[in-house]
Each structure stands twice: as structure tokens, then as C-alpha cells.
């Protein structure tokens, strides 16, 4: 048997994908995936538990990483895969989320369309809670690709990224509203079934906290950190993200409640659900008929006498 040539060591930046309940510290040869700024993606092994945990208990997050590779088997499908060694940051701005592939929404066009609409979020405070939600490792692993429900709407994969994209172009829409009321909708929109990758059991069925809860409370437990700091820098953001993810509140000392704002996610929420009703069963679809004006002969029209 001829021995491995040397290893190559390179470095690149990306990302790891998985998540802490994936972590196995007694099997080095668990297969893990990298993606790289192209977003290209990378199998890899991650033999040393320490930093495979290291790695996994921090959001996700661009990197340096360094692997030792074999290159020398001309058939690359014989040679062992690469192993990570090494991970450290560095000072440039993180651009995790940009390095996932486009499909990791089997919805086309799901993903990047969430990304477009966090980039439309000029208050910047609400901008780093999207980001800091979207890069939690749970997100990452279950948002893009579970249904929004198991039997009802949106009921595929990728259907809760669907549905939240949806409300919250819905919401990006419409008039009335100042910019900050505009963005706080969007932020909920995207945001308001986010307990919902917390709800289930792996056949989608409800799991004891959702049952007890909800997902609306469920994920308001789950966010309660991240609201916090925006508390820190933004009171009034807080207090309206909290509201509008609960869906109900109480009103603040000064009485004040953003109870119009509450009514508009609703509205977009049971508007999305019924348009995807309609697409996927037609002939149950409320529609209103197309008026058209009577005919001239009618006695009973406008112009009858």
C-alpha cells in the first residue's frame, strides 16, 4: 500500500454549516460541510472535538479557515478528505449569510429575497437583530427548508421561508405607514413563525413546548436575547417587535399600542395563506366575479325608466 504524500495546507475564508446537537465528539469521521465565498461547497473532516465545538457554539460566522488536503490520487474520489486544523477570525465585516447557496431554499428565489429585504432596513438596530437571528446555527438549519405547517398552508419544503417572505413583502408594500412602522413590519413579517423551527418533532408533529405555548411565544422565548439588545439601543423598536411577534400586548404607560400595526401583520399573514390555498386548489378559491355593466336591453338597468 503506498503511503499519502504529504498534506497541502491552504486557507480560505467561508463558513461551517451544522448545528451543536450534531456534535459526536467520539466520531472523528462524521463528515462536515464548509462553503466558501463563492459559496461553493466543501466536505471536510473535523477531527479535533475542541474546535468542532468551539466552532459550533458560535453563530454562524465567516472565518479563516485552514485545511490539509491530499491531492495526489489522480482519482479524486480515492482520496481522503480534506481536514480542517485550524479557524480564526478577523477584522473584515462578516458576510456569512451571502456565503450559503442559493438553494438552500428549495423555493427559488426565497432566499435571496429575504437577504434583498433585510438590506432595505435602514434603521440600524433592527438591521443587526435580523442578522443576528438569521446566522443562529437552529435558523440556518431549519428555516430555509421546513413547511410552514404540516397539513395545512404552505405545507412543502421551503414553505415557511415562502410564507414569511410573502407577509413581508405584503407588508414592505404598503402605504400609510412612516419608515420606521414600514421596517418594524417588515422585521415581523419575516419573523412572526420563527418558533416554528422550534415547534416540531421530526414528522412534523407538535412538540410539547408548541402545545403549551405556541409558536408565537415559543419564538418570542427563543428571541428574548436578541430583543434585549435591541432594547438596549432602540426602547420603542423592542416594545413593537415583541407586540407584533406575540400578537397581542399591553398598552405602554402613555396608553400608547401599536394595535394598527398588529391588524396589518394579521392581514398579511391570513392573505398569504389564502392566495397559496388558492394555487394549489382553484376551485376552492374565493375570487370575486368581474363586473360588467348591464346590458342596454336590460329593463332592469340604469337606464330603465
Not at 59 to 73: E, I
Not at 220 to 244: C, F, H, N, Q
Request: proline share 9%; charged share 20%.
Amino acid at each position: 500500500m503506498s503511503e499519502l504524500p504529504s498534506p497541502t495546507i491552504s486557507t480560505l475564508r467561508g463558513v461551517l454549516l451544522g448545528t451543536l446537537d450534531q456534535y459526536a465528539p467520539d466520531r472523528p469521521d462524521q463528515v462536515w460541510r464548509l462553503y466558501n465565498e463563492a459559496s461553493l461547497p466543501i466536505d471536510c473532516l473535523i477531527p479535533s472535538a475542541e474546535l468542532l465545538h468551539s466552532l459550533l457554539s458560535r453563530p454562524l460566522t465567516t472565518l479563516n479557515l485552514q485545511l490539509a488536503g491530499w491531492f495526489g490520487d489522480s482519482d479524486a474520489k480515492a482520496s481522503p478528505l480534506p481536514v480542517l486544523a485550524a479557524a480564526w477570525a478577523d477584522d473584515r465585516p462578516d458576510h456569512s449569510l451571502y456565503h450559503l447557496p442559493l438553494d438552500i431554499c428549495p423555493v427559488e428565489g426565497t432566499y435571496m429575497g429575504i437577504l434583498e429585504l433585510i438590506e432595505t432596513i435602514d434603521t440600524p438596530p433592527l438591521y443587526r437583530l435580523l442578522w443576528r437571528v438569521f446566522r443562529e446555527r437552529e435558523i440556518v438549519a431549519r428555516y430555509w427548508t421546513m413547511p410552514a405547517s404540516p397539513r395545512h398552508h404552505h405545507a412543502f419544503a421551503g414553505g415557511l421561508a415562502t410564507h414569511s417572505l410573502e407577509v413581508a413583502r405584503d407588508l414592505a408594500g404598503q402605504a400609510a405607514m412612516g419608515p420606521h412602522e414600514r421596517e418594524l413590519c417588515i422585521a415581523a413579517g419575516l419573523l412572526h413563525d420563527i418558533g416554528k423551527v422550534w415547534s416540531y418533532t421530526p414528522d412534523m408533529f407538535l412538540n410539547t413546548a408548541a402545545r403549551a405555548m405556541g409558536h408565537e411565544l415559543l419564538g418570542l422565548s427563543r428571541l428574548e436575547r436578541e430583543l434585549k439588545i435591541l432594547e438596549g439601543e432602540w426602547p420603542d423598536g423592542a416594545y413593537t417587535m415583541r407586540v407584533l411577534l406575540s400578537g397581542c400586548g399591553r398598552m405602554r404607560q402613555d396608553g400608547s399600542m401599536p394595535s394598527a400595526l398588529i391588524a396589518r401583520l394579521k392581514a398579511a399573514d391570513q392573505r398569504s395563506c389564502e392566495l397559496e390555498r388558492n394555487r394549489r386548489n382553484p376551485v376552492h378559491a374565493w375570487k370575486p366575479n368581474r363586473w360588467l355593466p348591464p346590458a342596454e336591453s336590460d329593463p332592469e338597468g340604469p337606464g330603465a325608466a
